[in-house]
């Protein structure tokens, strides 16, 4: 079916004067259309949910509804009690013209239209302090929205997902693999690695036994907190909305916390050949932490807060594990360029977690602080 057709399947005003590609996610398949009348346009995203990624696209779109609803509610709310320093924004579901939140294609493939978020950017990496001061407002007032949801109205899109127990079990069972075998015995790097993991193995179930003890409550998280996924307003500079969020689910905010932190306080990024230049910047650290509190601070328990640091701690460990079990079972999970790519990445992360453990006292005193 032609993008013009299906797209005119759902409920805009106006007359569609373009339709093309737009944004560089790996996702979704995402256009930008822009609708004109008289006296306004309009600009939409059309997007096709990638079933390879969501099998249940249906879950993907009923998870939306139920988290934009909320969210919305609780956004108007605050507004009209003047509790915000500026205008939070969140996507809107466009509904089709038979009232559903979706279209479905001649392939069976599921469609959906959401408003764009006007006159702001999102970056591909920090921009500095204030940049990253922003980006921890931006997550910690999405948590804040999110955080009296019923995380019983959400089914998980994603079962597994940052499970670090497991993807350790997916490593150990990797390791009874021929072909893990003969990466370990032919590359002392690897078995570097290995050591490494090995000695950080209760690492990777901190989080999941603080939940399990009860000192943890699940809510719900985002999921996928990178930079690009934090709209920066064009006109003031502060955080105005979060957007993605196909990755909604119920588990601990912990999650969001440490991956944004591992995203934002590692300049060098995911791909650095130089292990040298792999350091946690503590200034972007201690700036995002001071937005974030500022507001989610409200909501946030004792427990919540004393684990904070164990949740910056396990992200990249957690990541770097995925990169090296990919790496043994032959890539067949991350793309990759060259055979040792997810090598090179899990060592980038296994550094970045190795200069956070050096930073442990700094770190945690500006936890404490805030």
């Known amino acids: 079916m032609e993008l013009s057709l299906l797209i005119n399947k759902f409920n805009i005003k106006g007359r569609l004067v373009s339709l093309r590609p737009f944004g560089n996610g790996n996702i979704n398949d995402t256009y930008l259309a822009i609708y004109r009348n008289t006296f306004t346009e309009t600009q939409v995203i059309l997007q096709r949910v990638n079933r390879n990624v969501f099998p249940e696209p249906e879950i993907v779109m009923s998870n939306m509804h139920e988290i934009t609803k909320h ?75 999110i955080s009296d949801m019923d995380p019983g109205l959400i089914k998980d899109p994603l079962p597994g997902f940052h499970i670090a127990s497991g993807y350790l079990s997916k490593y150990d069972e990797t ?118 509190m500022r507001e989610a601070g409200s909501f946030l328990t004792a427990a919540d807060r004393e684990y904070l640091f164990d949740s910056i701690r396990l992200l990249p460990f957690e990541l770097g594990l995925r990169f090296f079990q990919d790496y043994l079972a032959g890539n067949v999970y991350f793309k990759t360029r060259q055979p040792e790519q997810n090598l090179n990445r899990a060592r980038v992360q296994f550094r970045l977690c190795e200069s956070i453990e050096a930073r442990e006292r700094s770190i945690r005193s500006v936890l404490n602080r805030l």
């Open 71 to 145: 969210c919305h509610e609780k956004l108007e709310d605050d507004a009209d009690k003047g509790r915000d320093d500026r205008v939070w924004q969140m996507p809107r579901i466009i509904k089709a013209k038979d009232s559903k939140d979706y279209v479905r294609d001649d392939n069976g493939e599921v469609w959906r239209v959401i408003t764009r978020i006007m006159s702001a950017k999102a970056f591909d990496v920090a921009q500095g302090p204030e940049h990253a001061m922003e980006c921890g407002a931006a997550l910690g007032h999405f948590h804040y929205l």
């Open 175 to 292: 390791l009874d693999n021929t072909t893990a075998k003969e990466l370990l015995h032919s590359s002392m790097e690897a078995r570097r690695l290995e050591k490494f993991i090995s000695e950080r193995r209760d690492l990777a179930l901190c989080l999941e036994k603080a939940e399990k003890s009860g000192e943890l409550k699940k809510r719900m998280f985002h999921g996928d907190p990178k930079v690009n996924n934090i709209m920066i307003d064009d006109v003031t500079g502060k955080g105005t909305a979060m957007i993605d969020l196909d990755t909604v689910s119920p588990g601990l905010i912990h999650v969001d916390f440490g991956d944004a932190l591992r995203s934002i306080c590692n300049p060098a990024g995911e791909e650095e050949g130089d292990l040298a230049k792999v350091v946690f910047d503590e200034d972007l650290c201690t700036a995002f932490c001071k937005g974030y």
